[in-house]
């Protein structure tokens, strides 16, 4: 099944400990991106991956870091998360512009951050 | 700049009833791309449609419709005959030609169908 797969579904967590969301996808897409959703904000974006060793930020990336080593992975890193960082992320994949394709979302990872 | 407006943040409805959810849209691209998701109560993002910025044929699919306006800037999203499973927040968003990695999302509007 094609699919974005994202882990953990829900992570709770202390301030200042690193963590990572892992995201892969199975469709050989060449866009990745991230993006958190959080109450009357939307979804925004944080980084984005036009493919393998290419990233670039988004809209909110402080505070996060990704790399895109292979094709299909893209994971997400936080160095030292922080309560504002509690939210609900979505990793999402393209096979090529956005515009053309749309994305296709993973399912989430409800992150707080205590 | 971009940017998509979702004014309304919920609506509820009674079973059978027809729902129109608004979207109206800002960018100074001439070639931009529409969308419409779904985030059901389980919290995935379902794709429902997308529009480019030169077909202005309004598109049906069951029971949903889409009226694209690009002299309003809007592109809404009407459910006729709205069914409890129908409870959701729905999602319009815009992609510019010009920087093809993003979608820009509104606000969301939240759909609580009452059986």
């Known amino acids: 099944e094609a699919q974005v797969t994202q882990n953990p579904r829900y992570l709770i967590t202390v301030t200042g400990k690193k963590l990572t969301v892992t995201c892969s996808q199975n469709m050989n897409h060449e866009y990745m991106s991230w993006y958190r959703q959080d109450p009357g904000l939307g979804l925004r974006q944080i980084y984005y991956?036009?493919?393998?060793?290419?990233?670039d930020k988004g809209d909110v990336p402080e505070g996060y870091k990704v790399s895109r080593k292979e094709k299909r992975n893209f994971p997400l890193i936080l160095e030292s998360p922080s309560p504002n960082q509690t939210s609900l992320y979505f990793c999402?994949?393209?096979?090529?512009?956005?515009?053309?394709?749309?994305?296709?979302f993973g399912s989430g990872t409800r992150l707080t951050v205590v | 700049a971009q940017k998509v407006t979702q004014a309304q943040t919920e609506i509820s409805v009674v079973e059978k009833e027809d729902v129109t959810l608004d979207c109206v849209y800002e960018t100074r691209d001439t070639t931009y791309y529409l969308f419409w998701y779904k985030q059901p109560p389980s919290g995935e993002l379902v794709f429902l449609i997308r529009r480019n910025s030169f077909d202005e044929q309004n598109e049906i699919s069951g029971r949903y419709s889409w009226n694209f306006q690009k002299s309003t800037s809007s592109f809404n999203f009407t459910i006729t005959a709205s069914q409890v499973v129908d409870s959701a927040v729905y999602f319009c968003?815009?992609?510019?030609?010009?920087?093809?990695?993003?979608?820009?999302f509104g606000t969301g509007t939240r759909l609580t169908v009452i059986p």
């Open positions: 968003a815009l992609s510019e030609a010009t920087g093809a990695n993003n979608l820009f």
């Open positions: 999402a994949s393209s096979l090529e512009g956005v515009a053309f394709y749309g994305y296709t």
């Open positions: 991956s036009m493919n393998v060793e290419v990233t």
